[in-house]
């Protein structure tokens, strides 16, 4: 099996098209982060940083004071950028970037793009928002096409998060934003982070002719997209690249104030609520079972009013708390006494542990104990036995952690991912640090625990 290195990803992702260092337009990019099961995407907050620096932007634009770019009408973060800040010329853009901090996303976590929408035009002739007319599409080049050779179950790559299958990497693919909507592939691979959860990306925007041909009306176009995680189940909320071809700062700053309208508030977004690690689970303990039942039929009954604290109790997303609520969350259940799902979302979130061979070191990523998370590295010391080496708490990450139960010196890991196969293992903690292999067995797929 040939894995992916993280190295070569990123070069060939930002060196596609980029032939010489281009000037850096005033623009924003867009931070990403991960929580538990989900993504998240925001501005870019980082002092000091290229595409960080929201003041600076809003006041080139001479936007009014307080102005946020986040369209009024759905609340979408809009990130403004300038065409003609590539070598390729005029009509063409390696911004936005996609960045994150150290530890914001998990080691080797494959981001994707997925378009969404219609590309919008600003028409500086009568200051007005449209479809953008068939004449003109953007591009956005550089994204790695996941074909059916890249491998992206964990279970198969030994517990990395994607690898290829022989004498294959994939190949470079594009989509188009038209004013009728998403034509090509509507999803491409960003990026994967670093060891260290670290990512930052460019690809490239092109503004052309629906025949290739480089080049459009001058104006401001609007395209959507989100972000979505091998490693979540939960995608980005969805937000807006607004491109400026050819605008003075003002005239753009016009188009981007016809999208936000009048300013409410000068404090920026808050970084969005974490949803419910699995649908129906509204204690948020990583599971459905019968007491989110329980708890869903009772708000039923109250007629509980629907708002921001019980979101997560409107599971058929109707807008109400009623018994279908229960019955849809009974259907999805993770625990006996409910239906086990059909279909569990496949995803690196169900596993939480890796055995590297080579190092002998156990990766335990989420261990739950009495109530806190932690994370944890074990040396093998022989064929039965391991010793801790590190410990730190964490938040919560994994849909099915391993569990510790202290009173016991249990250790109990529902799967390790070794040589393409899994294991669940359970292992007794002798003292001074020392963990004895008490039961091995291989199983077929994520164990699902039960009460």
Known sequence: ????????????????????????????????????????????????????????????????????????????????????????????????????????????????YRALGRLKYWDPAVSSWTDAPQSVQIRLFGGLEASAEILSEYAQCAGQLLCFSENSFGI????????????????????????????HTHLSFFLESPDGKTGGPSGAYLLEMQLISNARFFPSSPFLVLLNAGLESREFGTALFALTGEPASGELPRQPELPVSIPGDVDLDGDVDRIDIALILLAAQNTETLNAANAAFDVDGDGLITRADALLAKTLCTLRLCNI??????????????????????????????GTHYRAQLQRLNDHSFTLIT??????????????????????????FIDGKSYRVSMKNTGESTFLITHLEEVNTVSIPTD
């Open 341 to 370: 799902p059909v279909e569990a979302p496949a995803t690196a979130l169900n596993v939480a542990a890796t055995y590297d061979r080579t190092s002998g070191i156990l990766n335990l990523n989420d261990i739950h104990a009495d």
């Open 172 to 199: 470079d693919s594009s989509t188009v934003f038209t004013g009728t909507g998403i034509q090509g592939n509507p999803e491409l691979v960003v990026d994967i982070t670093s060891t260290g959860g670290i990512l």
């Open 391 to 416: 410990l730190q708490a964490d938040i919560p990450r994994y849909a099915t952690p391993a569990q510790y139960e202290a009173s016991t010196g249990t250790l109990e890991i529902p799967a390790i």
């Open 1 to 112: 099996m040939l894995f992916y290195k993280a190295g070569y990803f990123c070069t060939l992702l930002i060196t596609i098209l980029w032939v010489s260092q281009p000037t850096h337009a005033q623009h924003l990019d867009i931070e990403v982060w991960g929580q538990g099961n989900a993504l998240f995407t925001g501005f870019c907050r980082t002092s000091g940083a290229a595409g960080c620096n929201l003041n600076e932007l809003t006041d080139t634009l001479a936007l009014p004071a307080g102005t946020l770019p986040v369209e009024a009408s759905t609340n979408k973060l809009i990130f403004p950028v300038d065409l003609g800040d590539l070598a390729g010329g005029d009509f063409s853009t390696r911004n936005p970037g996609f960045q994150s901090v150290r530890n914001a996303l998990l080691p080797n976590e494959l981001l994707s």
